[in-house]
Each structure stands twice: as structure tokens, then as C-alpha cells.
């Protein structure tokens, strides 16, 4: 099993920022990509931002320019900067692991979350 931990979201003014960190523990054999994906009240769950294990990043229009994604492959961990942020922006994000364990499998963890709300 791995467990992903999100942490760093809060209140803050439009055109604020803030950094997200989402740390991966427990049997970690291979993370291969992590996402990002936010929900917001009464709307479906939507991809953010998604970084491969080689680096390489991909956005959803609506964050391209404002939101960074990036990883630090050895603490398992991995950040998305939020800038000049929107009252659009508010809700809870969440990361996904695919990962591969010894055996080849490939599983999809999440997190529990981390509400950001921008105040107008």
C-alpha cells in the first residue's frame, strides 16, 4: 500500500499563491506519474496538472501560466505552485500516484485532499 499525504492549502486573496506538497510513503516500489486534480462544490473532479517521471509536465488550460507542477523523485514527493489564483481556483485538490509495484502491477492512490479557497 502507499499513502499520499497533501498539505499546504488555505485561505488566500485573489491573486495570491500558495504551494501544495503531496509526500507518497509506504511500499513504494515505482511512483511513475503524479497529477494533480481539484473539485470544486457541485462540479466534477478535474485534472490540474499531471508530471511524468521524467519531468515532464502537462496542464489543464484554465491553470496554464498561473500553476507549476514539479517532483523530487527521491522524497516521493511532489508540489504544484498555484499563482496569481482566481476565486475559480477554490476547491479541494487532491494528487494521484501511479505506481508500480515489485510484481509489475500498476495502481492509482490518492489523498484525502487539501482545500484551497480564494477569496474575492
Known amino acids: 500500500q502507499v499513502q499520499l499525504v497533501e498539505s499546504g492549502g488555505g485561505l488566500v486573496q485573489a491573486g495570491g499563491s500558495l504551494r501544495l506538497s503531496c509526500v507518497a510513503s509506504?511500499?513504494?516500489?515505482?511512483?511513475?506519474?503524479m497529477a494533480w486534480y481539484r473539485q470544486a462544490p457541485g462540479k466534477q473532479r478535474e485534472l490540474v496538472a499531471e508530471i511524468y517521471s521524467g519531468g515532464s509536465t502537462n496542464y489543464a488550460d484554465s491553470v496554464k501560466g498561473r500553476f507549476t507542477a514539479s517532483r523530487d523523485n527521491d522524497k516521493n514527493t511532489v508540489y504544484l505552485q498555484l499563482n496569481s489564483l482566481k476565486p475559480e481556483d477554490t476547491a479541494v485538490y487532491s494528487c494521484?500516484?501511479?505506481?508500480?509495484?515489485?510484481?509489475?502491477?500498476?495502481?492509482?492512490?490518492w489523498g484525502q485532499g487539501t482545500q484551497v479557497t480564494v477569496s474575492s
Open positions: 509506504g511500499r513504494i516500489f515505482r511512483i511513475n506519474t
Open positions: 494521484k500516484a501511479d505506481h508500480t509495484n515489485r510484481f509489475g502491477g500498476r495502481d492509482d492512490y
